[in-house]
Every structure is written in structure tokens, then in C-alpha cells.
């Protein structure tokens, strides 16, 4: 339901731009966000957008760095514009999404995107390796 593109291997410092396209469905009323998953460790949530207030979330260890958006033209994409990329920011980088209210609740964008189990719709991933 979500195909990824855009990553690659970098140098540190350097940058990348992920996309999230969703297939046969806009993103209304959602959060969708970027969760990724290092070898040898667990899902994490990186960045969330909601699509019902605009509302964002940033990890602590992107903010500054990364940064997400949504095409509002088409109302299918998502992106990650990922700046000053570090060794430690090398993963697997999914897009992920679940569907919330029109008029959702304080605090939700940051609630689902701080555990990866709330998303219910996945896709496949794309590597990102930073690395001299």
C-alpha cells in the first residue's frame, strides 16, 4: 500500500530525500510517518506528520535534521528530507501509517509515532547507509 524510494548510500554530512507514495488512497485523516529499524535493534520512530491537523514529531536524535511534508497537491506522498546524516542514522526506513479521527486528540501524532505498533498499513522499506 506504501511504496518507498529514495534511499542510497551517502557520506556523513551529506543528504537524502526519502518518498512515501501511497497507492489507491490519499492520506486524509491520518498519521503517517517514518519509522526505521538498524540492524540489531528495534523499530524507531522518526518523524510523523498528521494529515488531520498538520501536526509533526521529530525523534530527538533528527530533530534539526530531518524534515517532513507532505505534497498537498496530490494528497499521496510523503517525504523525508534527511540533511547532516550521520553513521548512526544507517537503517532500514519504512513508511508506515494508521487512520485517526478528523478532529483527533492533543498529543496524537506524537503518541503513535513513538511506538512503531500503533501503524497499521507498512511499506516494504528503503536502505539507507551512511558511511565514508
Known amino acids: 500500500q506504501f511504496v518507498e524510494s529514495g534511499g542510497g548510500l551517502v557520506q556523513p554530512g551529506g543528504s537524502l530525500r526519502l518518498s512515501c507514495a501511497a497507492a489507491?488512497?490519499?492520506?486524509?485523516?491520518?498519521?503517517i510517518g517514518w519509522f526505521r529499524q538498524a540492524p540489531g535493534k528495534d523499530h524507531e520512530g522518526v518523524s510523523c506528520?498528521?494529515?488531520?491537523?498538520?501536526?509533526?514529531?521529530y525523534a530527538d536524535s533528527v530533530k534539526g535534521r530531518f524534515t517532513i511534508s507532505r505534497d498537498n497537491s496530490n494528497k499521496t506522498t510523503v517525504y523525508l528530507q534527511m540533511n547532516s546524516l550521520q553513521l548512526e542514522d544507517t537503517a532500514v526506513y519504512y513508511c508506515?501509517?494508521?487512520?485517526?479521527?478528523?478532529?483527533?486528540?492533543?498529543?496524537?501524532?506524537?503518541?503513535?509515532?513513538?511506538?512503531?505498533?500503533?501503524?497499521?498499513?507498512w511499506g516494504k522499506g528503503t536502505l539507507v547507509t551512511v558511511s565514508s
Open positions: 508506515a501509517a494508521i487512520p485517526i479521527s478528523p478532529f483527533p486528540a492533543a498529543g496524537v501524532t506524537e503518541t503513535k509515532c513513538r511506538a512503531y505498533y500503533h501503524m497499521a498499513y
Open positions: 506528520i498528521n494529515t488531520s491537523d498538520g501536526s509533526t514529531f
Open positions: 489507491g488512497f490519499t492520506l486524509d485523516y491520518s498519521v
